[in-house]
């Protein structure tokens, strides 16, 4: 069992930065595959961000690709989310996520929502214009 909780969403002006945290407590932390997905308002939830269990593999959703970074610390069980120029289109509830992977998988990731174990509760972020 993982939970995870994220923080760090707050409402910040076009073309500002936030970085976003997500604190996981359980087994196994470097086992996982983590994600951070968002869902703005009316919308299905989208793929944003994925990284290996070892952080040396990461992908992004085109949409936030140059301007997003995922990272891990493993040490600290936390994974992190840092964007930069963000426009009024990122604004959304920010999920984090992780996708148990066994050792043989360790370089992989995945950008399917179904395949993600364990799910945090959001953090907001609204970003205006």
């Known amino acids: 069992q993982v939970q995870l909780v994220e923080s760090g969403g707050e409402l910040v002006q076009a073309g500002g930065s936030l970085r ?6 359980g087994r196994a932390f470097s086992s996982y595959a983590m994600g951070w997905f968002r869902q703005a308002p009316g919308k ?19 949409s936030v690709k140059g301007r997003f970074t995922i990272s891990r610390d493993n040490a600290k069980n936390t994974i992190y989310l840092q964007m930069n120029s963000l426009k009024p289109e990122d604004r ?21 929502e179904h395949e993600y174990d364990y799910w945090g509760q959001g953090t907001q972020v609204t970003v205006s214009s």
């Open 20 to 25: 976003l945290s997500c604190a996981a407590s």
């Open 92 to 112: 959304a509830v920010y999920y984090c996520a992780a996708d148990y992977r066994a050792w043989y998988l360790s370089g992989t990731y995945t950008w399917d």
């Open 44 to 62: 299905e939830r989208e793929f944003v961000a994925t990284i290996s269990r070892t952080g040396g593999n990461t992908y992004y959703a085109d």
